[in-house]
Nanobody, 124 residues
Framework: QLQLVESGGELVQPGGSLRLSCVSSGFTLDDYAIGWFRQAPGKEREWVSCISSIGASTDYADSMKGRFTISRDRAKNTVYLQMNSLKPEDAGVYYC?????????????????WGQGTQVTVSS
């Protein structure tokens, strides 16, 4: 079973940037479409972005377009989420997810594999 581990979350000031990483040991991430979700305190988990298994296509939630970039580094077997111009409302736990069916799904129940999450705090 695909196991995912996120890292890179930390405290950042509004307007700042962070890069989250998602890695897997023992499995090639290229075999899966990889997505990111986030969950703010007291709110439902929200879809953020997805990158196809070969990295040819990416998709973003409207509020992240132009600020977030998802990418793959095949040599490092890693998927990144670069987040720029961060706002307080971007804060939350960010989860890396894997889906065998490919990008297009927006609901968490559609995703097959989940990491434990990494905390992003945006505050001055």
């Amino acid at each position: 079973q695909l196991q995912l581990v996120e890292s890179g979350g930390e405290l950042v000031q509004p307007g700042g940037s962070l890069r989250l990483s998602c890695v897997s040991s023992g499995f090639t991430l290229d075999d899966y479409a990889i997505g990111w979700f986030r969950q703010a305190p007291g709110k439902e988990r929200e879809w953020v972005s997805c990158i196809s298994s070969i990295g040819a296509s990416t998709d973003y939630a409207d509020s992240m377009k132009g600020r977030f970039t998802i990418s793959r580094d095949r040599a490092k077997n890693t998927v990144y989420l670069q987040m720029n111009s961060l706002k307080p409302e971007d804060a939350g736990v960010y989860y890396c997810t894997g889906i065998e069916a490919g990008c297009g799904a927006l609901l968490e129940d559609d995703y097959d594999y989940w990491g434990q999450g990494t905390q992003v705090t945006v505050s001055s």
